[in-house]
């Protein structure tokens, strides 16, 4: 079973940069996608940006220009540079793969999550 953890969240003021990674252990037989999902309190659960086996990328609106997302296969990593950070990027941000384990079993795994806050 893959397990993901992230790390890079914290306070940061507006207008500022962060950079969140995951670092993804376990097997994959094929993957799917890696992706960043973000949770501000109240609110459902957001795509922020993913990028495909391929390489292809898809952004939210809200982050585009904004936030780049990339992965390094060698580390298993996948990383979220978000620069000029609103106050409205404040959430719970979560790392998310989807994969197969085997030709026909398709995963989808959750990091826990880390915090980011974007203070005025």
């Known amino acids: 079973q893959v397990q993901l953890m992230e790390s890079g969240g914290g306070l940061m003021q507006a207008g500022g940069s962060l950079r969140l990674s995951c670092a993804v252990s376990?097997?994959?037989?094929?993957?799917?996608?890696m992706g960043w999902y973000r949770q501000a309190t109240g609110t459902q659960r957001e795509l922020v940006a993913r990028?495909?086996?391929?390489?292809?990328?898809e952004y939210a609106e809200r982050v585009k220009g904004r936030f780049t997302i990339s992965r390094d296969y060698a580390r298993k990593m996948l990383y979220l540079q978000m620069n000029s950070l609103k106050p409205g990027d404040t959430a719970v941000y979560y790392c998310?793969?989807?994969?197969?384990?085997?030709?026909?079993?398709?995963?989808?795994?959750w990091g826990q999550g880390t915090l980011v806050t974007v203070s005025s």
């Open positions: 376990g097997s994959i037989f094929k993957l799917d996608s």
């Open positions: 990028v495909t086996d391929s390489g292809s990328t």
């Open positions: 998310n793969v989807q994969y197969y384990s085997d030709p026909w079993k398709y995963v989808e795994v």
